[in-house]
């Protein structure tokens, strides 16, 4: 074991950037949150036959168990499946309500057989860890967990309660993740680990961070299109398939009404900055009026960035016929939505069967494991603490707020109004951003850097 840490340390600080170094955190503290990252990995956490999440809770439990925390203060619950794990570090004032830091530790599914490695068998190479969850996110966890770690061996005691917890589907149903939300509901504030993050340029400077203080809701739509039927030699006019092709048509045409938020106008306002030529006089453009017709069309071209000017909807599935020599009786298809925050779902069902404009077709909301939710308050004492928790890990690197496309366990905090905040510290290229995908890696000069980083985040707001 020991020859194991000191090994991983040297990893790491030959990995470590100049402008990072008087930053770094104890050798031992950068080396434990590597080996938990490489030990995370190995677990198949993956839901389904064989899920080993419920195992791989039980070993963090024992590193937090050995690293200060009593047994009782970390409890296991197991979900199905799964599991999920809540660890409580009591503060001086009971009244104060519990900071939360909040992840996950199931990942999503990855085949060895398409792998360059095996995605349980992690390696770092090169400067990098690889492995499924490298990314998203075991070695965000590890970090977290091995600052908390050093925050109680180095005798620090906060105000209110310190309460780490990480779900156990958050990449599937999300069922463990509100139920957690449920417990926590009473929480001052929510660290949504799983968000946010820092953007390396392709030459590995750093160029940016942000914060997320919003997600968009996710939402499922199912449409349907109903027909007696026949025989396939005697053509009808009404044609099932054909009436949901139109249809699904009409609605890939359709451009939602763009939005503008608070963080979102910050963010193009900030990423502007960032930019050059057209891509950047267009973020300044519609941050100054979203209805600017050119800015949207140049940010509506770009993937990166049309999830972020208000609502989307994707056909993602379809399904018609019951036989290839009759006609069809049914044609189903699923519509994906992404929802800007502030705006019902059921508004915009309501306009999917407008755009679609067919009148035998139904639609109904089939969303599993999702609930709308509004924006996070831009509160002072987060962006504070944030901003200098990163002046003092990559000094000079502009912060600033940003909205999520996609969903995480922030959904459910913000559902019982909780504010939560996506704010992990890893920054990434963005050719290297695997997460989900084939052969995900991170770099592991990340992780010194991190730690120092939630370290000043943790105490500011645990104060």
Not at 7 to 17: D, K, R, T, Y
Not at 61 to 85: H, M, Q, R
Not at 177 to 200: C, T, Y
Not at 449 to 461: K, V
């Amino acid at each position: 074991m020991r020859q194991m840490m000191t090994m991983a340390a040297a990893v790491i600080a030959a990995a470590l950037p100049v402008s990072t170094a008087a930053a770094a955190p104890r050798d031992d503290a950068a080396a434990q949150a590597l080996d938990i990252a490489k030990r995370a990995i190995a677990f198949r956490s993956v839901a389904g036959p064989g899920n080993q999440t419920p195992q791989l809770a039980a070993y963090l439990k024992s590193v937090l168990v050995a690293g200060g925390f009593a047994a009782n203060e970390v409890t296991i619950t197991p979900i199905d499946d799964t599991a999920y794990l809540v660890a409580r570090w009591p503060g001086s004032d009971p009244k104060a309500k519990p900071l939360v830091i909040s992840g996950h530790i199931d990942v999503v599914e990855a085949k060895p057989a398409d792998w360059q490695r095996d995605p349980f068998t992690p390696v770092v190479e090169n400067g990098y860890l690889y492995g499924r969850g490298a990314t998203d996110m075991k070695l965000d966890a590890a970090v977290a967990m091995a600052t908390l770690i050093a925050m109680k061996r180095d005798s620090y005691r906060p105000r209110r309660d310190i309460v780490l917890e990480f779900s156990g589907d958050e990449e599937t149903r999300m069922k463990t993740s509100a139920l957690i939300a449920e417990q926590l509901k009473n929480a001052e504030m929510v660290i949504n680990i799983d968000g946010g993050g820092g953007r390396f340029g392709e030459d590995g400077k750093a160029q940016f961070f942000t914060w997320n203080g919003a997600e968009k809701t996710y939402a499922d739509f199912e449409l349907t299109v109903t027909n007696p039927g026949g025989h396939s030699s005697a053509p009808r006019p009404a044609n099932a398939i054909n009436q949901l092709a139109a249809a699904l048509v009409r609605i890939g045409n359709y451009r939602f009404t763009p939005q503008l938020s608070d963080i979102t106008k910050t963010f193009f306002q900030e990423a502007a900055k960032q930019q050059t030529g057209e891509l950047a006089a267009a973020m300044r453009a519609f941050a100054a009026d979203p209805t600017d017709q050119k800015a949207i069309a140049t940010l509506a071209a770009n993937p990166a960035y049309v999830g972020q000017i208000g609502t989307t909807c994707v056909a993602t599935m379809v399904s018609g016929g019951h036989a290839i020599n009759a006609l069809p009786q049914r044609a189903t298809a699923n519509i994906n939505c992404r929802i800007f925050p502030g705006t019902k779902p059921a508004d915009v069902m309501a306009t999917l069967q407008q755009v679609a404009a067919e009148p035998a077709m139904t639609i109904k909301d089939v969303t599993e494991g999702s609930v709308a939710n509004d924006a996070s308050p831009m509160r002072a004492d987060l962006v504070a603490a944030v901003t200098k928790a990163m002046a003092a890990t990559r000094p000079g690197v502009p912060v600033f707020p940003s909205m999520s496309a996609g969903a995480s366990d922030s959904m459910w905090f913000r559902y019982h109004h909780v504010p939560s905040y996506g704010a992990s510290p890893t920054f990434i290229k963005e050719s290297d951003d695997f997460s989900h995908g084939l052969n995900e890696r991170t770099p592991v000069e990340n992780i010194a850097p991190g730690i120092a980083y939630y370290r000043s985040l943790f105490t500011d707001l645990s104060k």
